[in-house]
Structures are given as structure tokens and as C-alpha cells.
Nanobody, 122 residues
Framework: VQLQASGGGLVQVGGSLRLSCAASGGRVFSSSVMGWFRQAPGKEREFVAAIRWGTGRTYYADSVKDRFTISRSTAENTLYLQMNSPKPEDTAVYYC???????????????WGQGTLVTVSS
């Protein structure tokens, strides 16, 4: 299983950006959970959002709720993160991950993408 994250870049405060994560090497099972984490310089990797692949139920960190939207295309085996109204504190490397259970810590996720850098400028 391979995860390929893309879509990062420079975005201004109040703008928008959409991250993608393409899963290859096998079907994403409906029982899977896929999520986004981020890691800023000097900080630990933190949970951003997650989605249950089969049902589409979503979960968010309080810091991004009502600004970011996680979604998926089961037909294309692709995970998305729509980032609206980003703030400078959202600047980080964003990683997509796949696991078999919902977790708000990175440990239980077995597969990881390579990360894509998002820089929010004011």
C-alpha cells in the first residue's frame, strides 16, 4: 500500500487550498480509517482530521473544525483535505495516513504518505 500526498504550497490567510492523497497498491477497505496529520517545525505530529472510508463519517481537531473539510472518493481511492480560511499557525508538513481504527494519535496508523508542505502567509 502506498499513499501519495500532493497539493501543498503557499497560500495566503483567507485563501483556500486542497490537498490530495492517492492510495495505490490495493483497494482501500471499507473498514479503513484515513486521516490527515500535520507537523510544524519543532513540534510533534498532530491530528487534523479523519474519515471512515466506508461510511464517510468525519472527525476533526478543534483547531480546524469549520475551516477544513476531509472527504474521499472511493472510486478513485483518493483522500482530500479542503483547507479554507487558513491561518499562519496551520503552516506545517501535512501527512495522510491509513489505519484500521480511528485514532487521534499517529501511532495506530500503519501506512503514511510522504508529506506535503503547506505554508500560510499573512
Amino acid at each position: 500500500v502506498q499513499l501519495q500526498a500532493s497539493g501543498g504550497g503557499l497560500v495566503q490567510v483567507g485563501g483556500s487550498l486542497r490537498l490530495s492523497c492517492a492510495a495505490s497498491g490495493g483497494r482501500v477497505f471499507s473498514s479503513s480509517v484515513m486521516g490527515w496529520f500535520r507537523q510544524a517545525p519543532g513540534k510533534e505530529r498532530e491530528f487534523v482530521a479523519a474519515i471512515r472510508w466506508g461510511t464517510g463519517r468525519t472527525y476533526y481537531a478543534d483547531s480546524v473544525k469549520d475551516r477544513f473539510t476531509i472527504s474521499r472518493s472511493t472510486a478513485e481511492n483518493t483522500l482530500y483535505l479542503q483547507m479554507n480560511s487558513p491561518k499562519p499557525e496551520d503552516t506545517a508538513v501535512y501527512y495522510c495516513a491509513r489505519g484500521s481504527e480511528l485514532a487521534y494519535a499517529p501511532g495506530p496508523y500503519k501506512y503514511w504518505g510522504q508529506g506535503t508542505l503547506v505554508t500560510v502567509s499573512s
